[in-house]
């Protein structure tokens, strides 16, 4: 089964396979895979990454088309003019956009796109597509204290991997932390005690919005010296499911197993005591009996009242309570940062 994503020349497009497993790739207007990109999509495949890889790489391919240029005569000129027409900064002459209403990309938009782009061209030169341009873009330099930090045996690299696209400049330490006081704000705005429960989640655990909503009740082990064995307190664990109705999928793909409705495996997370009460107060005031499904976060209004709620969803709650409490738009990712800080 297949459905149509986005409309105009080249088009991502969703493919749903059996086991509730998606993919996605680009194809030309008539419906014919595009064969280079759908080689290169298909090393992401199963993965969060294939999806934004292909929105970035589908806007790419509709410029190569404009410009008229084939895979095998791109050269890193162009690409750096296609970097700068969609907001890096780059001094040449870039030409005009290729679609109206473009608004630039910030930098992390641009350190995917620089990422995908690379990737994208090192896979056609490994393929023996213009080797010349892979050569180019295949670069290395020497590691940073922050470097060596985070990697493993950090303290014997000799080099690291390095994109002529990507953007220049400092590089803010946190960019993304929310403002002090932002969890009892949001707290404050909220309507809903699943509205409180997403918020103190994300907060206290440290959970992706994807993991979040694709929690199942059997998941959560809420008490000391749980059925599982595999924690004393209370904790829950992320599993990732790909066939989800609402389709969150947790990015983490640890193993897990559900023997005779004890969940185990997967990533275990610890959980707060201010995530347990907020757990109770959601399971006794608002949660809907006889759902069906046993996830955890459900609509509680409109027709689709009792379904699994979207991620799409919980971020537009944060979004709105964010506005409502003062602090800009709010986005989940952003507790993770705070929880790092």
């Known amino acids: 089964m297949t459905r149509r994503v986005v409309v105009g020349d080249l088009r991502v497009q969703r493919i749903d396979r ?8 680009i194809v030309w207007p008539e419906g014919r895979v595009h064969g280079e990109a759908d080689r290169f999509l298909r090393v992401h495949d199963g993965s969060g990454t294939q999806r934004t890889y292909a929105y970035y790489l589908v806007d790419h391919l509709r410029w190569l088309e404009r410009e008229c240029l084939a895979l095998g005569v791109v050269g890193l000129r162009d690409l750096e003019r296609y970097m700068g027409i969609v907001g890096a900064d780059v001094h040449m002459p870039l030409g005009e956009p290729w679609r109206e209403g473009m608004r630039p990309y910030g930098r992390a938009a641009l350190s995917t796109a620089a990422a995908c782009l690379k990737g994208f061209y090192l896979h056609q030169a490994s ?5 010349e341009l892979g050569e180019k873009l295949d670069r290395t330099r020497l590691p940073t204290q922050a470097d060596r930090r985070r990697a493993l045996l950090g303290h ?10 990507a953007p220049k400049g400092p590089h803010r ?3 993304k932390m929310l403002p ?12 809903s005690a699943r509205d409180r429960l997403a918020v103190t989640w994300l ?3 440290g959970l992706r919005v994807g993991e979040l909503c694709g929690l199942h009740l059997a998941d959560l082990h809420l008490r000391d010296n749980a059925a599982c064995g595999e924690c004393r307190t209370p904790h829950l664990h992320v599993c990732h499911r790909p066939g989800n109705p609402n389709g969150a999928e947790a990015k983490t793909k640890h193993p897990w197993q559900n023997d005779h409705g004890t969940v185990t495996g ?5 959980v707060s005591p201010a995530m347990i009460h907020a757990y109770f107060e959601y399971m006794t005031s608002e949660y809907p009996r006889g759902t069906g499904h046993g996830m955890l976060l459900v609509q509680l209004h409109g027709p689709d009242a009792g379904q699994p709620w979207a991620p799409v969803a ?3 709650m944060l979004g709105r309570a964010g506005k409502r409490a003062g602090l800009g738009t709010v986005k989940p990712h952003a507790f993770r940062h705070f929880l790092s800080a």
């Open 18 to 25: 059996k086991g509730g497993r998606r993919s996605w790739t």
């Open 127 to 131: 393929l023996g597509v213009n080797e």
């Open 156 to 165: 014997v690299k000799t080099s690291m991997p390095s994109n002529p696209l």
């Open 173 to 175: 330490r946190h960019p």
């Open 180 to 191: 002090d006081g932002a969890r009892d704000g949001l707290l404050a705005v909220v309507n």
């Open 203 to 205: 907060a206290d655990g």
């Open 266 to 270: 997967g990533l275990v997370k610890r």
């Open 314 to 316: 919980a971020r537009r």
